[in-house]
């Protein structure tokens, strides 16, 4: 009889088994993932695992940048804008260039002695920069494959300060001695030129204060700009002025009355010097050794000393004589006419016909002609007849309009009160001080 039951064979078990085997890995598969979603999710807000995480930067250079460099020098005699270029124009680049140059500032007044500068990228040029004067520079530059030229204002940094000296010996040394640069004591006696004269009239304890504007570039003191305001004590007597625009005329200078501190003619022709020989129609002539007049006065000073016009003229002569030496003759007006002998030589652009103003270099200390040393013969005549310069009462020039005079007036006082604050400083620090001896002649 046969028995219903039959045992399963072994493959069919192994098959179920392996499933079971195979279902519980893919089950383990699929916790383990969504768990490591579920991770990966909270890890986004967790600054814990931010922190330990951090994130792969790759390191970029920078392209090296272009390397400015700038020569700076002065231009040296007898040199060039083809020289001085040269390296970096062709012949025919730097004659195109000059002949631009005509209508902004001509090649040919570059002058030895003034400083410019070669700015270059990578050795390629990119500017010149040229020093006209304090005021002005010549500007050549590249943009792109264009090359620019201007004349433009050199930028200073203004600072108005208030310097004051006393006079031991000269103007001169007392600005130097004050610490401030010997251009101030030339700007000085410009102001004051028409009231003191600075060779005779000066006395030891003379003073002067000026308010006057520095000139900066790059913090280092480049001159002087204007005097707004000065004053000079002579021999007790206080002279005042301030610098004043009148309307659309060329800025002056005027007393605190608003008079003009100019006058028609200098007080000398030229300045910080000494009187060799004064106003005579008898005087021993020291080279021929006879007694006859001398309607001049001698200024002894150095060879090359720059002389001045006294006055606004025209030059009517100009040569040489063996006596007089080098010499020059300007017609005034008035009647009034200058001459100036002995020079060693003229200034450029004087000829005769020329006109000149007043305080213009118009030549040059010297010793030519009959002469035994470096000096200036100075002459003057009205209507063709000697007077003597030291003695001439000249007329003022215009005083400030009265149109302007509330404009003076707005101007000018402050500027009074800030001279006469610092004026009592010193009396009363003199005060404090040893009693002063009495004013004493310079010799």
């Not at 520095?214 to 002279?239: C, H, M, P, T, W």
């Amino acid at each position: 009889m046969t028995n219903g039951y039959q045992q399963p064979h072994d493959s069919a078990e192994r098959s179920a088994s392996g499933f079971r085997t195979l279902h519980a890995i893919l089950l383990g598969v699929f916790v383990l993932l969504a768990g490591l979603a579920l991770l990966l999710t909270n890890a986004g807000s967790n600054p814990e695992l931010e922190a330990r995480v951090a994130p792969f930067q790759a390191e970029i250079s920078a392209p090296p940048q272009p390397a400015p460099e700038e020569l700076a020098a002065v231009v040296p005699a007898g040199s060039s804008m083809t020289a001085l270029l040269g390296d970096y124009f062709s012949p025919g680049e730097i004659l195109e260039l000059n002949k631009r140059s005509r209508d902004i500032f001509p090649f040919t007044r570059i002058c030895a002695g003034h400083p410019y500068r070669i700015q270059t990228v990578d050795g390629i040029f990119s500017a010149f920069i040229y020093e006209i004067d304090s005021e002005e520079e010549l500007l050549i530059s590249r943009n792109g494959e264009q090359i620019d030229m201007e004349r433009k204002p050199i930028h200073y940094d203004i600072v108005v300060e208030q310097v004051r000296g006393e006079i031991t010996s000269s103007l001169f040394d007392a600005v130097t001695s004050s610490g401030e640069e010997p251009e101030l004591a030339i700007a000085l006696a410009d102001i004051f030129g028409w009231d003191i004269n600075f060779i005779l009239d000066l006395r030891v304890g003379d003073s002067f204060q000026a308010l006057v504007e520095k000139r900066f570039r790059k913090g280092e003191l480049a001159g002087y700009g204007d005097i707004l305001a000065a004053e000079f004590v002579n021999q007790g007597r206080s002279f005042k002025a301030f610098r004043f625009a009148d309307g659309e005329q060329k800025a002056s200078f005027y007393n605190e009355n608003g008079e003009n501190m100019r006058k028609a003619f200098l007080k000398a022709p030229l300045s910080f010097t000494r009187i060799s020989s004064g106003y005579s129609m008898r005087r021993l002539h020291p080279v021929t050794k006879t007694v006859k007049p001398h309607p001049a006065i001698d200024y002894a000073a150095p060879v090359g000393t720059p002389v001045k016009t006294v006055g606004d003229g025209t030059v009517t002569r100009k040569g040489y004589a063996s006596g007089n030496g080098n010499y020059l003759e300007v017609t005034h007006s008035n009647g009034y006419s200058s001459m100036y002998l002995h020079l060693k030589g003229f200034a450029r652009g004087i000829k005769k016909g020329a006109r000149v103003s007043q305080g213009q270099v118009i030549g040059y200390v010297g010793s030519s002609g009959m002469s035994t040393g470096p000096h200036l013969d100075f002459r003057m005549k009205r209507y063709g007849s000697p007077i003597n310069p030291l003695k001439l009462k000249a007329p003022a020039a215009a005083a400030v309009s009265t149109e302007h005079a509330a404009e003076f007036q707005q101007l000018m006082t402050p500027l009074l009160a800030q001279l006469e604050r610092q004026d009592l400083r010193a009396r009363v620090a003199g005060l404090a001080g040893n009693e002063q001896a009495a004013p004493s002649e310079i010799n």
